[in-house]
Nanobody
Framework: QVQILESGGGLVQAGGSLRLSCAAI????????MGWFRQAPGKEPELVAS???????DYADSVRGRFTISRGNAKNTLNLQMNSLQPEDTGNYSC?????????WGQGTQVTVSS
């Protein structure tokens, strides 16, 4: 069974930075894309950033120019560098990986930005 392991997150003041990392393990099929969703209390989940296997990236308008998604050094790993964080970036961030067979999810990691 596919497993998604996340690291990073935490508490930071507004204007600060955090780095999230994600690793997809026990992958029996090739990954087509990976990315991050976030969900704030009382709000719908939002796709923050994604990257295809070909390297194409996409960002939510709210984070474009502040967040950068990139491949990690190890296979099937992903990083999300988050700069100039604002209180509205607070939420639970979940990594996902898409294959032809399924979308696998991580447990999520909390990001809290204080004003």
């Amino acid at each position: 069974q596919v497993q998604i392991l996340e690291s990073g997150g935490g508490l930071v003041q507004a204007g600060g930075s955090l780095r999230l990392s994600c690793a997809a393990i026990k992958m029996w099929f090739n990954i087509n894309s990976m990315g991050w969703f976030r969900q704030a209390p009382g709000k719908e989940p939002e796709l923050v950033a994604s990257m295809t296997s070909g390297g194409n990236t996409d960002y939510a308008d709210s984070v474009r120019g502040r967040f950068t998604i990139s491949r990690g050094n190890a296979k099937n790993t992903l990083n999300l560098q988050m700069n100039s964080l604002q209180p509205e970036d607070t939420g639970n961030y979940s990594c996902y990986a898409d294959t032809l067979r399924e979308r696998a999810w991580g447990q999520g990691t909390q990001v809290t930005v204080s004003s």
